[in-house]
């Protein structure tokens, strides 16, 4: 089955951290991504430009209207996503689990909806 992991965290604290902690992080994104490409888990996965350049998008009495920014004032911003193929449930979430982003955010599982 194929899962979606999308990682949420504080956008404004990773701002703020030190260069050497976020050489940290992303050496360890890394040392996750080849992992799960090994293992043949991966899919496809990306990180996300910060929330400032979003745009949301809604459909109102058939006119499309547009607003800067995500679609909901939250604390933690959703920063990213891993695609991968997984047997099941379980297995999605102890992939999850070793994404970096979980120490400080949380990881959302959520199988794909096969059409």
């Known amino acids: 089955m194929t899962y979606l992991l999308t990682i949420y ?4 604290a ?3 951290a030190a260069p050497e902690d976020m050489k940290a992080m992303m050496a360890a994104y890394y040392a996750f991504t080849t992992e799960i490409k090994e293992k043949g888990v991966y899919i496809n996965g990306n990180a996300l430009q910060p929330t ?4 949301t998008v809604r459909v109102r009495d058939g006119k499309t209207v547009t607003t800067d920014g995500p679609f909901a004032e939250t604390k933690e911003q959703l920063g990213g996503y891993y695609l991968v193929k997984c047997e ?6 102890g992939w999850a689990a070793k994404i970096p982003g979980a120490i400080h955010g949380s990881i959302e599982v959520r ?3 096969s059409m």
């Open 14 to 16: 990773s701002a703020q």
């Open 52 to 55: 400032a350049t979003a745009t």
């Open 9 to 12: 965290g504080n956008e404004a």
């Open 111 to 113: 199988p794909v909806w």
């Open 88 to 93: 099941n449930l379980d297995e999605a979430i």
